[in-house]
């Protein structure tokens, strides 16, 4: 926690580790700031907070005088919180990056900690510890974003999916289809079900539709109905020369070679 009363300023600063409140406790004036995305402005006064995630560069102006406190929330207490409350492994959270929003509740946990802060008083460190755990709950059920941590998958995909999956990707195969579309199909969260994929047919699922792709390639390059370019489009590559590299790769061969042999 820091307490700070600027001047009229224009101040760029890197990422820290922590995640950022800026509670405004007098004055006001138009803030603007730039994080990763476009430069966002709002007329702010006592009471309002900003909110900002831990490891953004930030660049912020403001054309008035203004008294402002800044509480720093650790990463890791956060994520602990977090895993306490979801009963889950957490992955990481993220805070919201807002630039304006009127919190009573976090205002007077602030003012609480300030209080603290200058008195000192009987158990103080159960205290304080007690207000960042409100704290925390608060943040995350208002302003976080929670990625839970995703077992590794030792299972495999059902007979049924499977044949529903090899049957979509022939169908299919001339078409650029992505993880989230093979996910959907199988009716698994992409992540989990990248996993169990290499475990259902020993290769993850790029591997996966470059061998079918390219044994559709084969097939279609023994009969002389189509071009080389033709079959390339036809099995979902991205052109001739696409395609070339990686038969010759698979087969020792070019596709003209192999048609020729």
């Known amino acids: 926690m820091r307490g700070i009363r600027y001047q009229p300023s224009h101040v760029r600063a890197p990422g820290i580790s922590a995640h950022l409140l800026v509670l405004y406790r007098s004055g006001q004036t138009l803030m603007t700031r730039r994080l990763i995305g476009p430069t966002v402005s709002e007329e702010i006064r006592s009471g309002d907070i900003s909110l900002m995630s831990s490891g953004l560069a930030s660049e912020w102006v403001w054309p008035g005088q203004i008294e402002v406190l800044h509480l720093y929330v650790d990463r890791a ?33 602030g003012q609480l900690l300030v209080d603290e802060a200058t008195t000192n008083g009987f158990g103080s460190r159960l205290y304080v510890d007690a207000i960042a755990q409100q704290m925390c709950v ?3 059920r208002n302003y976080a974003e929670v990625s839970i941590r995703v077992p590794a998958a030792s299972g495999t995909l059902s007979k049924l999916k499977m044949r529903k999956l090899e049957e979509y ?11 989230a579309t093979l996910a959907e199909i199988a009716g698994i969260s992409p992540s989990y079900f990248a996993r169990l994929f290499r475990n259902s047919f020993g290769v993850p699922p790029h591997h996966y539709l470059i061998k079918h792709r390219l044994a559709s390639a084969r097939d279609l390059l023994r009969s002389k109905r189509h071009s080389i370019a033709e079959i390339a489009a036809m099995t979902g590559f991205s052109d001739q020369a696409h395609l070339t590299r990686l038969f010759k790769r698979q087969f020792t061969l070019t596709p003209d070679q192999f048609r020729k042999a």
């Open 138 to 140: 608060h943040l995350l």
């Open 169 to 179: 990707i022939k169908e299919h195969i001339a078409e650029d289809l992505s993880l």
């Open 77 to 109: 207490k956060l994520r602990e919180v977090a895993g306490a409350v979801c009963d889950r492994p957490i992955e990481d959270v993220a805070l919201r990056d807002i630039l304006k929003v009127n919190d009573d509740l976090l205002t007077r946990m």
